[in-house]
């Protein structure tokens, strides 16, 4: 009998089956076997197979500033760190990451993270214009998207380039990769303009025009980028009367304001009932669990709503208050990172320069199980919920 007689060559759909159960990184390597393996693994659909059966739930993405004690310009850094170990070893995985990872090469501001891909804001600013443009790069295969089409504007034209909103999502009906401006009252002309740019587009475009949306800074709140649940991106939005007066505003005034990507339309949630009817101070919205997450302070309490049912107003439950006051600086609130296992730790990251620290709260009996100071040569903490994937950021 021949050798070609001998061989066994299986279905391309049956090698696919077997290949989609492989750890990402040795997918990777089988490109490198010929140009047909390299094909099929490359393929959209292998792509969505594998990251379907690819562990969720088991890393993050870490961003943190770097800052140089030569006095050296500050290092930008988004890293991929698994949940167990810095639930672990907060502090020391914290340093292996620092040290065995190189900085941005820019400035860059993470977006947002979905389905493995991490969308990169980069910025210039000068007296008269300004100038806003973005990358898509996918960190687990190495590869970076050229850079999306530029906004440029005349700040003269905004009372406050602050009101400027982007968010990144991703919509499964068109299997696009979006990110979302929120071009708000230009010239005062009590609008806002929705604007999106979808990955591989070679321009932005307008989708949506309506009522000024006040997602005006709130102190206390680092982050203001659009969260990204249920095919939504959503911001936090102030009453009407903010975009003057900024003093009196209570938690309870606020509203999320939320742009489904699909149907390019636009609503509003209001906040949960029951919440205190305190001045705002450091209110985010987040994701926790693949859940929209809201979080406030007051009186040294850290307060945590979650939204179980995205499009049912009434599934806010309250998870816990937590009372910080002997762990913190009183001038300064904790700063959440989300790393939750068992429905039982959460992992809090105080990001301030003068008693940075890590914090294990247990939520089933509501206490302070852990306490562990890290450098503070690392501002601005932050997490991301994170998934290995081979979605390629560059089009073709």
Not at 69 to 77: F, L, P
Not at 92 to 107: G, I, Q, V
Not at 228 to 239: I, R
Not at 245 to 270: A, W
């Amino acid at each position: 009998m021949s050798s070609t007689q001998n061989s066994c060559v299986l279905p391309e759909n049956m090698l696919m089956e077997i290949l989609s159960w492989l750890p990402l990184k040795e997918v990777v390597q089988l490109r490198c076997v010929s140009k047909a393996w390299n094909h099929l693994v490359s393929d959209p659909a292998f792509v969505k197979l594998h990251f379907q059966r690819s562990p969720k739930n088991t890393h993050l993405l870490l961003t943190f500033v770097d800052t140089a004690d030569d006095g050296a310009q500050d290092r930008d850094y988004a890293v991929i760190c698994p949940i167990q170990d810095l639930l672990d070893n907060p502090s020391s995985t914290l340093e292996t990451l620092h040290r065995n990872n190189r900085p941005f090469n820019r400035s860059y501001t993470v977006l947002g993270v979905c389905n493995g891909l991490v969308c990169l804001q980069d910025s210039s600013t000068e007296e008269v214009f300004s100038e806003y443009w973005f990358r898509i790069w996918n960190p687990a295969i190495r590869a970076m998207s050229k850079d999306s089409p530029h906004i440029r504007f005349r700040n003269s034209d905004y009372k406050d380039i602050s009101w400027f909103r982007f968010g990144f999502g991703y919509d499964e009906w068109s299997d696009t990769y979006q990110v979302v401006f929120l071009d708000n009252n230009k010239n005062e002309s009590q609008t806002l303009e929705v604007r999106v740019w979808s990955l591989g587009d070679t321009c932005w475009r307008n989708t949506l025009t309506c009522d000024p949306v006040s997602t005006g800074y709130a102190y206390g709140s680092p982050r203001t980028f659009g969260i990204f649940v249920s095919a939504t991106l959503n911001w936090l939005a102030f009453p009407k009367f903010y975009l003057d007066n900024s003093d009196g505003v209570k938690m309870n005034q606020l509203e999320i304001f939320s742009y489904h990507l699909k149907d390019e339309t636009c609503r509003y949630f209001p906040m949960p009932d029951g919440i205190l009817e305190v001045y705002v101070y450091g209110p985010e919205i987040e994701v926790l669990k693949g859940c929209l997450c809201l979080f406030h302070h007051y009186e040294y309490n850290l307060i945590i709503w979650l939204k179980r049912e995205f499009n049912d107003e009434k599934s806010w439950s309250k998870l816990l208050t937590f009372s910080y006051q002997e762990y913190v600086n009183d001038e300064f609130p904790l700063e959440l990172s989300i790393i939750w296992e068992d429905d039982e730790v959460l992992l809090l990251a105080n990001t301030c320069i003068f008693k940075p620290r890590f914090l294990w709260y247990n939520t089933r009996y509501n206490r302070v199980d852990g306490d562990e100071r890290y450098e503070n040569d690392k501002w601005y903490l932050f997490s991301h919920e994170y998934a290995h994937s081979l979605v390629s950021p560059c089009m073709n």
